[in-house]
């Protein structure tokens, strides 16, 4: 051995067998949409509304009866995205005693299973076209940029403040089409922009505890109560307020792990499926783009 620690040789190693991994694998907007199956790669549904405004509606006695022209459905579509990750690892490393991991493809498919519903928050988030595609070009889903169009308040390009005016504003053109959105999505830096309202704005007091807190959680709008979802993946640029209930991912294949068949002294898996997004009702959303991102002096 050695008179001490500097000069001995034979010391066991001090090496945890917990792996740390603090890469963020939160899915805010994916986790909250329901479920729809898809039959083919270009996944199809039906819109309609009320086909009429309101009116005085009122006649005599003994009228003679008439009836109106109900109006046409609407046919709307979106394709189908194949997503996949995958890893390989040796069978020596597969094999070989290893610090905080049993089997080492068991641990990377782990990541990819995360990494794999991150790919779905981006396309949810980011898709702003959708793309028919080719042989030789994957097709892509519209993503909610693509299909929020009726309620998208821009500013020509030019950056501007996130206030609670603009977001009152673009809640009042939804309302104006029949919708109630419910929920805010910012980024984490527009998340602290909202922190900073205080106008029609409430802080609640948890029930049961003496603690208050100073983040806003909820914004008390004048067309009603907005739930905040912080979201590290939005832009600074935007801002989504949404119905959830009017957005589905439809699944064409459902995410699942597939063997690849052996060309090598190693092991390969893969996760792969197929899926689109069906927006129901897009007027009923709201999307505020072209912000600064800047924190109010």
Known sequence: MGANTYVAVGNK???SDII????????????????????????????????????????????TYTVDTPGTRTRKGNYTQIMRRGYGVTGTQE??????????????????????????????IRNDAQAAGAADVARQMGGIPYWVATNAVDNAGVLRALTLD??????????????????????????RIVGTFTDSATKYIQEGTTKV?????????D?????I?????????????????????AALRPFKTEDLPKTADQIEKIIIGEYTLE?????????IDDLDGLMPA
């Open 213 to 221: 807190g100073s983040r806003i959680d909820v914004i008390e709008s």
């Open 13 to 15: 190693e001090d090496l």
């Open 95 to 124: 094999s070989v005693s290893k610090h905080g991991v049993k089997s080492e493809i068991g641990y990377q498919m782990q990541k990819a299973m995360k990494l794999i519903a991150l790919d779905m928050e981006r396309a949810l």
């Open 279 to 287: 927006a129901r009702a897009e007027q009923g959303n709201g999307l």
């Open 166 to 191: 603009l977001i009152n504003e673009t809640l009042e053109s939804v309302w104006g089409e029949g919708g109630s959105p419910n929920t805010l999505y910012v980024s984490p830096r527009n998340k």
């Open 20 to 63: 740390t991994n603090i890469a963020p694998s939160e899915t805010p907007l994916y986790s909250s949409l329901g479920k729809a199956t898809a039959i083919a790669t270009y996944h199809e549904w039906l819109e309609d509304d009320l086909g009429d405004a309101p009116k005085d509606n009122a006649v005599v006695e003994g009228a």
């Open 229 to 249: 979802k912080v979201d590290r993946w939005m832009p600074d640029t935007s801002v989504f307020i949404l119905d959830p209930s009017l957005w589905k991912i």
């Open 223 to 227: 067309f009603g109560v907005l739930n």
